[in-house]
């Protein structure tokens, strides 16, 4: 184990730690666009952010759109609890997100980057501009990227304002624009209507450092790791009820039984796997595996012992999305407050099953109905405690008739 | 007419804060031909590609509930209210923002759909707070319909059973009472995006999300022009004018009060929408009768002043273009800006102080009017001034706050009392158990009853400029109007262009008539002139209107340019029914324009009872010393800086 130089984060042995500098962009840059995405496009490489969006597919509709100016933008707004593996990425291997901007604008046209970087790590910002400002003195940024008549590209940083839902793409570009962080309509998507309405790519940090590692080591042996529709290794930033936490490299596909063994969590009743906007994973079900295919992640893993209180971890969650929900769209907005309502009714053992039915489908409503991620994932907690965890919530639930729908809510 | 600069409505610019380009995807797909097949409920149509569901559905006259989405502002997608299932997708999609780029198979009214539906209705209407009994929207609230739409027969998530907002009655023009609203942000849009005014906006997040002001200030603080565009789209009670009606009935009851009503061109055109008839039913005439059965002891007609204003506001170009030409007066300023729009006057005073001196000084039809009733009206009638009540039934909510101008009491009293918007007149006439459209027709009172088309027409975009037109062309060139233009018809200022621009050569020029002979002696200098005039409406019409004077584009050589608050002009003032479209802007219209041509005189200066008020009372003549003390004004740097 090592440990991140910006703040004490334990680390596994990350592949990022073994790619120089300089590697990845050379390679892209001795083929033309096209054939660098072949080369992204065979890995199979998908969004690191969560979503799982596939990162070639993406680069390409990006690259067909017309548009004279075009914006690769690297998504450093993470926000989701208990995630932090961008922050040990932009810390010690800043040099290859960087790098694979300059490989994403090679292949989609673009001349202007920008990393929207988390408030909270306004710290990183010296460090982030030293190595900018470096890669610039090495002729790796500018004018002629590399010795490379024609391909101009330059990397700015712009600071996020706090808010949880700028993580989701096109809220990020409204903030970007300098508008209220509200996620637009979806389509037109970004690829076609960006940033100032520009064809844009938005990735993740750790997607960008590993396009990178992609072409520097030959995407034959990323598509060699992971399973055949989640290929390739993935950042795990694990806390919680366990032995080691940290930020792990892990094959994707990996059981979660086998996470936990990694990181010394064997005793834990259960796993939110996703943060906030996750599931949370019984003790039941710890052969499932983390891949696009059947546990989705941004990476974010909370290792939850025996003596933890699911309700009032569902709780927790709900009180974030209620303090970070836009306030957009009515199912998220309204919503949120009434499933919180819910939860405390539930502890105070005020709750009735015919109410806790009522609320899961709104739940499931806002899943359907909100207008972006943060609205369709915010339910996801309580709804998978009460699939999963009946016994921890039937023991609170008001066995006798209910009393009037208008006092249950008073 | 001028390309560059955009029309209003729903085309307009792409709005910031939620942009969508069905419009230009509209656009290239009708001059490519692409065309693309979509299935909603099973029923096959072929429509442009980038069509939106909801247009699809409408154009198979499939119904979807909306709330957020209104006609004439960008898309916002925000109510979840008109969700739809398309196959194959995990989630719903909102029908309004979705355009159709794939063949797809939607579905409106799935299991899911009524669920999310219902869900969506329940969470608005739990934190709704307001009794609907006591709504000023009572029977024609969207949220209400919906709710009646979806059969909501019980709170299903609670409601709110205390306000969590006090209600900001700090305007003169618009009240406020974010307890009813459901943060559907059309009044956002239309301060943001379709006036370009931008007092209001989504202030917090989450639950907390509010609309507001700046730092939350009083409305009254902030530069909000009062243009209550707002209002009109507002689809529940949060939003509405300031009521006086209570007041105008207690001076009605007051037997010592003398009250007389005004009736701008505008409300005819629009208050039997609020009696169930169709857009652009004129009821002059029956609203006459029906003022009289209320109880107001005068019924006037605004267009007399209208006529008044034109004399005065065309005599006073005149003057500038006399002092530009003949004297070459660099001072002299042009282009001349009009002044009736009481909303583009706080527009102008907040966003373009230093254009000022180009505005107009005449004071706008309804404080002429109150100026003139409260000085010569009481004195040919031996009325004592004090016991008069002045009351201006206007489309408009600006006007409220105009006659509560500290300047605008010339005569030693307010020139106008109150304000009244055609909402409040016809919720009196309901009130006084009047069926308004059966009743009998009835003209209006003496002496100022003859009113000609030309006041009338003040009621749509370019109307103003097309009656100044029609004096200052006959006025100089001593030649009948309808010599230049057939039926006195200046059909290049109509229409709901966002901006227009017109040129007018005078080649001829006549003797100087009577009335302004003591300030021309002669027009010869005008001979060879080409008039160049202007009219735009909306003030994000206004905004590019000026920013291209700033500049020294083609508006900055224009001599006159008229400019309304009010997309449409007055018709689609912030005090008329709602609600309101552009179909529905453009049936007011076809009213108004219809009732100027049924009128025998259709020139301001061919009015005899502006003729008689100049003998009689304004001795020194149009903008003489008499007429600047009651019908001119000034203006007040307001500056768009907030303390």
């Known amino acids: 184990m090592t440990t991140s130089a910006a703040v004490q984060t334990t680390t596994n042995r990350l592949t990022f730690a073994a790619i120089e500098a300089g590697q990845g962009l050379n390679a892209a840059l001795k083929q033309p666009p096209a054939d660098a995405l072949r080369q992204v496009a065979f890995s199979g490489l998908r969004g690191r952010g969560g979503a799982g969006f596939s990162t070639s597919l993406k680069w390409e509709l990006a690259a067909k759109s017309a548009g004279e100016r075009k914006y690769v933008v690297c998504n450093a707004d993470e926000g989701e609890p208990g995630t932090f593996k961008d922050r040990v990425i932009l810390a010690d291997f800043a040099d290859l997100v960087f790098e694979g901007m300059t490989i994403g604008a090679w292949v ?162 259960a796993v939110q796997i996703g943060g906030a906007a996750g599931q949370c994973v019984p003790a039941a079900r710890f052969d499932r595996t983390i891949a696009y295919e059947d546990i989705p992640t941004g990476g974010s893993v909370i290792v939850l012992g025996p003596q933890r209180d699911l309700l009032r971890m569902s709780r927790n969650f709900l009180e974030f999305f209620l303090e970070e929900s836009c ?56 709804l998978s405690i009460v699939e999963h965890f009946q016994d921890e919530i039937l023991g609170r639930v008001v066995a006798k008739r209910p009393p009037a729908r208008r006092e249950r809510t008073a | 007419m001028d390309k560059e600069l955009q029309p209003i409505g729903s085309e307009t610019r792409a709005p910031a804060s939620q942009r969508s380009r069905t419009a230009e995807l509209l656009k290239h797909a009708k001059a490519l031909g692409k065309e693309i097949d979509v299935s909603i409920d099973g029923n096959s149509v072929t429509v ?99 709710a009646a739409e979806y059969g909501v027969d019980l709170f299903r998530f609670g409601r709110a059973d205390r306000p969590r907002y006090a209600i900001d009655a700090s305007s003169h023009a618009v009240v406020r009472d974010m307890n009813k609203c459901i943060l559907c942000r059309r009044c956002v849009r239309t301060c943001i995006d379709l006036q370009e005014v931008g ?141 009736c729009s009481p909303g583009w006057v706080k527009y102008l005073e907040h966003f373009f102080p230093d254009y000022l001196p180009h505005l107009s000084t005449a004071k706008s039809p309804q404080q002429m009017f109150g100026a003139l009733i409260k000085t010569y009206y009481a004195r040919t009638n031996r009325l004592d001034p004090k016991n008069i009540v002045t009351v201006a039934l206007m489309p ?96 290049p200022l109509r229409g709901f262009e966002g901006a227009r621009y017109a040129e007018v050569p005078i080649t001829k020029v006549g003797p100087v008539p009577a009335l302004v002979r003591h300030l021309f002696p002669d027009w010869n200098w005008l001979r ?22 700033r500049d020294g584009g083609r508006f900055s050589h224009c001599h006159f340019i008229e400019f309304m608050a009010c997309p449409g002009g007055c018709l689609g003032g912030g005090g008329q029914p709602t609600p309101t479209s552009p179909a529905i802007r453009a049936a007011r219209a076809k009213a108004i324009y219809s009732e100027d041509h049924a009128y025998s005189v259709r020139k301001s200066h061919e009015n005899p009872a502006i003729l008689r008020v100049y003998e009689q009372f304004l001795a020194a003549g149009p903008c003489g010393h008499e007429s600047h003390e009651l019908l001119h004004t000034a203006y007040t740097r307001r500056g768009k800086y907030i303390a």
């Open chain 1, 108 to 269: 989609i046209g673009a001349a202007h980057g920008i990393v929207y970087l988390r408030a909270e790590y306004t710290y990183l910002r010296p460090h982030l501009e030293a190595v900018l400002q470096r890669r610039r003195d090495a002729g790796l940024l500018g004018s002629a990227v590399a010795g490379q008549n024609g391909f101009a590209f330059d990397i700015a940083i712009r600071m996020g304002s706090g808010a949880y839902v700028c993580g989701e793409e096109t809220a990020l570009i409204e903030s970007l624009e300098g508008q209220r962080g509200e996620p637009r309509n979806r389509p037109p998507f970004p690829i076609d209507t960006g940033f100032l309405g520009n064809p844009t790519i938005v990735n993740n940090v750790e997607t960008f450092a590993w396009v990178t590692c992609i072409l520097a080591k030959g995407a034959d042996w990323f598509k060699g790791l992971g399973t055949e529709k989640s290929t390739g290794h993935k950042l795990f930033s694990v806390s919680g009820d366990c032995a080691r936490p940290g930020v792990y490299e892990l094959p994707m596909g990996i059981t979660v039984a086998e996470l936990l063994e990694e990181v010394g969590g064997e005793a834990a009743k």
């Open chain 1, 327 to 382: 306030g957009q769209c009515t199912p998220c907005r309204e919503g949120i407050p009434k499933l919180l309502e819910g939860v405390e009714l539930l502890q105070n053992g005020r709750c009735s099953m015919t109410y806790l039915e009522e609320l899961c489908g709104l739940g499931e409503t806002m899943q359907q109905a909100s207008k972006c991620g943060l609205g369709q994932s915010a339910p996801n907690a309580l």
């Open chain 2, 48 to 146: 442009p590609l980038g069509t939106t569901i909801l247009e699809a559905a409408r154009e198979l006259r499939i119904h979807i509930p909306t709330l957020c989405f209104h006609e004439d502002l960008c898309l916002a997608g925000v109510c979840r209210i008109c969700m739809v299932e398309i196959e194959g997708q995990r989630t719903l999609q909102s029908a309004c923002s979705y355009p159709i780029t794939a063949p797809i198979r939607v579905s409106t009214h799935t299991a899911k759909v009524r669920r999310a539906r219902r869900h969506v209705l329940d969470l608005l209407l739990a934190s709704h707070h307001g009794e609907c009994y006591i709504c000023t929207r009572n029977g024609h609230c969207e949220l209400q319909a919906l």
């Open chain 2, 199 to 339: 007092v209001l906006e989504a202030l917090h997040r989450g639950q907390h999300t509010k609309v507001g002001t700046f730092m939350d200030k009083p409305l009254a603080d902030v530069v909000c022009i009062n243009c209550g565009q707002c209002i009109n789209r507002c689809p529940t009670g949060a939003l509405r004018a300031n009521d006086l009606t209570d007041e105008v009935w207690e001076a009605i009851d007051d037997p010592a009060k003398h009250v007389v009503i005004q009736t701008a061109p505008s409300p005819r055109a629009g208050i039997g929408e609020c009696f169930g008839l169709e857009p652009g039913r004129p009821l002059t005439f029956q609203m006459n009768t029906a003022l009289r059965r209320c109880g107001f002891d005068r019924v006037f007609d605004t267009n007399f002043a209208a006529d008044l204003t034109i004399i005065e506001e065309g005599v006073e170009l005149l003057l500038r273009l006399q002092r530009a030409i003949v004297e070459r007066d660099p001072a002299a300023v042009l282009p001349q800006f009009t002044s």
């Open chain 2, 396 to 491: 408009c909510s600006a006007k409220k706050f105009e006659c509560n101008r500290p300047e605008m009491c010339a005569s030693g009293f307010k020139d106008i009392d109150y304000g009244l918007t055609t909402r409040e007149l016809a919720k009196m006439i309901r009130e006084a158990g009047i069926d308004l459209p059966k009743l009998e027709k009835s003209d209006f009172d003496n002496p100022f009853g003859t009113a000609t088309g030309s006041g009338v027409i003040f009621g749509a975009t370019g109307g103003v400029m097309e009656a100044a037109l029609r004096t200052v062309l006959e006025l100089v060139t001593g030649q009948k109007i309808e010599n230049f233009f057939a039926h006195a018809d200046i059909v």
């Open chain 2, 528 to 549: 060879g002139a080409t008039l160049k005039v202007g009219v735009c409406h909306g003030t994000a019409n206004a905004k590019r209107v000026m920013e291209d004077i």
